[in-house]
């Protein structure tokens, strides 16, 4: 393996990484064996590819640091017809002047405004409507995929990838990065996370957060009535937890917390474009529909709410959901409106059946 296949990803080796691979590139001497391997070093790693065009950038927005001597000097003695192994040792060399005079111009590429471009967020809001659901990939390489009718916002932090889950639910995929931790807040609570992938919901009071893979955090502030006259009377405190792969945390108050295990086939087929149910009550599959849609279920026969419905939906296609009710005996359609589909107990005939998907 390549040395530089071995740089750790530490925040002066990427980035410096990334320079000498630039000034190969540059030279007009990189071998096919060499572009191969930039292109490997590239897709090993997002940070790579987000290092290399901070480099990229950097290079262009210095346009006169192209004629710097220093810089001249350096290209020119490495185009020379040197035998290959000073050749070798003058690429280093432009590597290092590279590096050497990106630094020193106007501080346009220090390590630490680097890294800190590489990892900031921008502060941006992405929405998705009633019915509508988006992914986006943020700038650290991460993926976030919307869920109908969400609001997400990421604002900028040196330190820390900040992410605001105003409204809905989204699907999160984290670029690993131990040196800067990804946090979702979502009414009032934060969620973090290094590198894994978790699903989290809003819900009317309702909050849920569903771990696919890895390890995050969950933490909320708790008041707590202070015992000592002298005091106020709430102390701030901290309620925090921890979830492992395959669990899930549903809060519907501060202390009210549960934290089980997660059917994640179910909870997040969402992010598919289906939607599955296994035995759960007409009542709640009509309510979770109705996310979807703007022409809503209504149950005229209160014995419908708790009929165990199972299967995989389109949510966007409510005609075909109430008509399968209908041919597994489940409901049958009393009338039906652009705004609303009125269900009625099915007929005596009709037996109920799995509805399957």
Known sequence: MSPIHEVADAPDTVERAA??????????????AKARELQAWLDANAAHRAAYDVVSRAWVRAGL????PEVLQLRARHRRPFPLARRVLASRAMAAGLVAAVVGVGGLFGVQTAWEQLHR??????????GEQRTIRLADG??????TDTIVRTRRSGARRLIYLDRGQAFFKVAHDRAHPFVVTA???????????????????????VLVEGRVKVEAPVAAAAHDPGTPAETPR???TELIAGSQLVAVSDRDWKVGRADIPEET????????????????????????????????????????VSGRFRPENM????????????????????????????DKNISQRDMGG
């Open 269 to 308: 087929a969402w992010v598919t474009g289906w939607l599955k149910f296994d035995g759960q009550p007409l009542g709640d599959v009509a309510a979770e529909l109705g996310r979807y849609s703007n022409q809503r279920i209504v149950l005229t026969d209160p014995s419908l709410a708790s009929a165990p």
């Open 187 to 209: 009414a009032g609570r934060t969620v973090t996370a290094l590198g894994t992938a978790f699903d989290v919901r809003l819900d009317k009071g309702r909050f849920q957060v």
């Open 319 to 346: 005609g075909a959901f109430v008509r399968a009710l209908e041919t597994y005996g489940i409901a049958r359609v009393a009338s039906e409106s652009p705004t609303e589909i009125r269900l009625a107990a099915p």
């Open 19 to 32: 320079a000498r691979w630039f000034a190969r590139r540059r030279s007009g001497e990189m071998s096919e």
């Open 121 to 130: 967020l921008p502060d941006a809001t992405y929405r998705t409507g009633v």
């Open 142 to 147: 991460s993926r976030v995929t919307l869920n």
């Open 65 to 68: 640091m192209r004629s710097a």
């Open 238 to 240: 901290s309620q925090a």
